[in-house]
């Protein structure tokens, strides 16, 4: 028998082991650039919004030394006896407006719905005119039943309930129109 002889290419070893250091450095040498490439970015962003703030910093200060060179700073808010009346009613009946909306809502018949309730829709400064009350609406009546009839009902009930007349001298209805055969009454009661 012949001797069995292992040929070893020597020329291909040095070379796998070659490319295994390369691949080393490689994979080194990109960590380290995204490690210092990411703190770049964040100490970045520092640096420009602490710029930005500086500069906020500085107009604000201009700003202040403006107004304090102008003598126009901001003068003290002064309120009149009529606005003072105002903030004092109502501030006095956010319960009472509450109480009164809930009876309304109560007192409405289930085949009405309501389209606007305005307080002051004209926005008048008298006093008579800050206690106005406007509720507009359509009522749709049963077929056969008077439709105006309906109406007068739900401004009959208004007035005779405590709750929501409480405050106001007259409960009126102030218009009302029949919206098409089918179609239902709409009104707009008027409270003072």
């Known amino acids: 028998m012949s001797p069995v002889v292992f040929a070893i290419n020597f020329r291909r070893a040095d070379w ?3 490319q295994a ?3 080393r450095r490689v994979v080194s040498l990109a960590v380290w650039l995204l490690y210092f490439g990411v ?3 964040v100490l970045g962003l520092f640096a420009i919004n602490a710029v930005a703030l500086s500069r906020q910093v500085a107009q604000l200060e201009q700003q202040v030394q403006h ?3 102008t003598g126009s700073a901001v003068e003290p ?3 009149g006896p009529q606005s003072l009346e105002l903030i004092e009613r109502t501030l006095e ?4 407006w509450h109480a009164r909306l809930l009876r309304l809502a109560a007192l409405l018949p289930p085949d009405a719905a309501l389209t606007s309730v305005a307080l ?3 926005n008048q400064a008298d006093a008579a005119s800050q206690n106005r009350l406007v509720i507009t609406g359509t009522l749709r009546g049963r077929p056969g039943e008077d439709r105006v009839a309906g109406v007068m009902q739900l401004v009959s009930a208004l007035q005779a309930d405590r709750q929501f007349s409480s405050g106001y001298r007259s409960i009126r209805l102030t ?3 029949v919206a098409g055969p089918d179609g239902g009454t709409e009104f707009v009661v008027e409270c003072r």
Request: proline share 8%; glycine share 4%; charged share 40%.
């Open 175 to 177: 218009s009302s129109r």
């Open 77 to 79: 808010l002064r309120i």
């Open 67 to 69: 107004l304090r060179a």
């Open 93 to 96: 009946n956010p319960r009472r």
């Open 21 to 23: 250091r390369m691949r």
């Open 39 to 41: 703190a770049g970015v």
């Open 120 to 122: 002051n829709p004209e």
């Open 16 to 18: 796998q082991r070659e």
